[in-house]
């Protein structure tokens, strides 16, 4: 019973290097989305996709890029790491429809130096 | 533009007491509002989700309302234990997104 499954949960980068975090679900949701949470500011909507091949900008959409090749993943890319993405990333995933509840992962800790 | 406002940031209380958090968002136009816990270091977990067109879910312990025209939620804890110690986060869903507040820390001590 996996739920939402993030990948890695730990990662240091630095400045200028690039990584993708992975995140599967297996509940056959349509919904993905990408969140980070940082001290005092909550969680903000990064990028999030509402079906296989589509993606979408949220509010912090800058320096992150996305792909959602296979329904079940949707992969977070950073291309250039800065240090103002040290962050805490929370992948989450909720069915095709308006009403349904959102499921999250455990997290992915990212530091850049 | 939807914002999501939780007041008390921060709250302590002994163990035993009834408690409500409170949740106010600017834009009635919602598909439902959902209740999660945070444990430190944790993901999110599910408490208690509100369509639009409900007034209130229950499970156990915790009630938690929703008056849509005031933009309004709460949460309440019914008899308090160490254990609901943890920050509680509402969000709302407006289109495809879910917005979320910046949270209420309560610790509870026996």
């Known amino acids: 019973n996996a739920g939402v499954t993030q990948t890695p949960k730990f990662r240091v980068l630095k400045t200028g290097q690039s990584m993708t975090l992975l995140c599967a679900q297996d509940m056959n949701h349509e919904y993905m989305y990408w969140y980070r949470q940082d001290p005092g500011m909550g969680l903000r909507l990064i990028h999030y996709?509402?079906?296989?091949?589509?993606?979408a900008k949220g509010e912090v959409p800058d320096g992150y890029n996305v792909s959602r090749l296979k329904k079940q993943n949707f992969l977070l890319g950073l291309e250039s790491a800065a240090p103002s993405q040290t962050s805490v990333y929370f992948c989450a995933s909720s069915p095709g429809t308006n009403t349904g509840e959102l499921f999250f992962g455990e997290g992915s800790r990212l530091t850049v130096l | 533009k939807q914002e999501v406002t939780q007041i008390p940031a921060a709250l302590s209380v002994p163990e035993g007491e009834n408690l409500v958090l409170n949740c106010s968002f600017t834009?009635?136009?919602?598909?439902?509002l959902q209740w999660f816990r945070q444990d430190p270091g944790k993901g999110l977990t599910s408490l208690l989700l509100?369509?639009?067109?409900?007034r209130e879910q229950t499970s156990g312990r915790l009630n938690a309302s929703l008056d849509k025209s005031s933009g309004r939620s709460t949460l309440y804890i019914a008899a308090s234990q160490p254990g609901d110690s943890a920050t509680y986060l509402c969000a709302v869903k407006n289109t495809d997104k879910l917005i979320f507040g910046t949270g209420t820390r309560l610790q509870v001590f026996p």
């Open positions: 996709s509402v079906g296989e091949g589509t993606t």
């Open positions: 509100i369509q639009s067109s409900q």
């Open positions: 834009d009635s136009a919602i598909y439902n």
